[in-house]
């Protein structure tokens, strides 16, 4: 027997992908009582009956010391992004335990970022790693500069509609191959920005999934941040 079957077969014999499934709720109860304690809100806002959980994977980790263990990953998804072919997790449980059965420790993590839009966060970084040169009024990359910076003040005044036109607009002048080519440090995090908005007007209902959908945004994304990260690997 290979070692995918043996683990395989010691997941099923201690029922290890039901244990975790069982487990979270009781682990979130854990949390968001403890944090209540201190006036902080675990969910951040955030319904629990938007939560969807999914089986992950089993992972053996085998450390330097000889300790081996037995890794059961669970997949925390909202009901705001899930279909459509947009399943992105916003959690994870991870549940350890050792090639016995028995329980080791267990970890809880949370990423709201694709539900609550932080951004004040996306503005900072865009700053950081805008090239100052793609301010100058006579070179190509002002262009793409001015539509990001009309996106930003359009995000501020709730004006989502025109938020996604100008996102649209950034697009085409990413996918014309007569102009000239943006900084991948700068790209990226535009990029990571629309579709930040992407799916928080999306989520929040804030404009209808026909005028979301008719310039095909988050495709178009998908596909640039992959480009971009085959050039950088």
């Given at each position: 027997m290979n070692i995918q079957n043996q683990l395989i077969s010691l997941a099923d014999k201690y029922s290890l992908k039901k244990k975790a499934l069982d487990s979270i709720d009781e682990v979130i109860n854990a949390h968001v009582e403890s944090d209540n304690v201190v006036g902080i809100d675990y969910l951040e806002g955030n319904n629990?009956?938007?939560?969807?959980?999914?089986?992950?994977?089993?992972?053996l980790q085998l450390e330097l010391n000889g300790i081996s263990r037995i890794s059961?990953?669970?997949?925390?998804?909202?009901?705001?992004?899930?279909?459509k072919n947009i399943d992105l997790p916003v959690g994870c449980y991870e549940a350890w335990t050792d090639l016995e059965g028995q329980d080791l420790d267990d970890f809880l993590t949370f990423d709201w970022s694709l539900v609550n839009l932080n951004a004040g966060y996306f503005i900072e970084r865009i700053n950081k790693t805008v090239p100052q040169r793609y301010f100058k009024r006579?070179?190509?990359?002002?262009e793409f500069a001015t539509y990001v910076n009309h996106i930003i003040s359009l995000l501020q005044g709730r004006q989502y509609v025109l938020s996604i036109i100008f996102i649209k607009r950034s697009l085409d002048y990413l996918e014309n191959k007569n102009n000239k080519g943006i900084e991948d440090e700068y790209l990226n995090e535009c990029l990571m920005f629309f579709e930040q908005i992407y799916h928080y007007v999306g989520n929040h209902n804030l404009l209808n999934a026909e005028n979301i959908d008719r310039y095909k945004i988050y495709d178009r994304i998908r596909s640039l941040k992959l480009t971009v990260g085959s050039k950088t690997h």
């Open positions: 629990r009956s938007d939560l969807i959980y999914e089986f992950d994977r089993y992972e059961t990953k669970i997949n925390i998804y909202s009901k705001k992004l899930y279909g006579n070179v190509q990359e002002y």
